[in-house]
Nanobody, 121 residues
């Protein structure tokens, strides 16, 4: 089975930085497109940033210039570097990826369990 495990969340002061990691494990062949989403209390889940299998990136306007998504294909890991954090960035952050694995003949979409990011003084 394939699992996505996020790490790196926590409490940070406004203006601070955090780096989230999303590691895929299991019978992985490759991670194709991947992205980070977030959900704040009482709000819908929204796309934060995405990265394609050839490395093209795209961002929500609210984080453009502050967040950077990247990937390490050798480690089957996707990262989200978050700088200049604001209180409105507070949310549970989820990793999402389309994964090719030996378990099934087709690519599947997977979600991680989420990691809490709290920006507060």
């Amino acid at each position: 089975q394939v699992q996505l495990v996020e790490s790196g969340g926590g409490l940070v002061q406004p203006g601070g930085s955090l780096r989230l990691s999303c590691a895929a494990s299991g019978s992985i062949i490759s991670i194709n497109d991947a992205g980070w989403f977030r959900q704040a209390p009482g709000k819908q889940r929204e796309l934060v940033a995405g990265i394609t299998n050839n490395g093209s990136t795209y961002y929500n306007d609210s984080v453009n210039g502050r967040f950077t998504i990247s990937r390490d294909n050798a480690k089957n890991t996707v990262y989200l570097q978050m700088n200049s954090l604001k209180p409105e960035d507070t949310a549970v952050y989820y990793c999402n990826a389309v994964v090719s694995s030996t378990a099934t003949p087709y690519d599947h979409d997977y979600w991680g369990q989420g990691t809490q990011v709290t920006v507060s003084s």
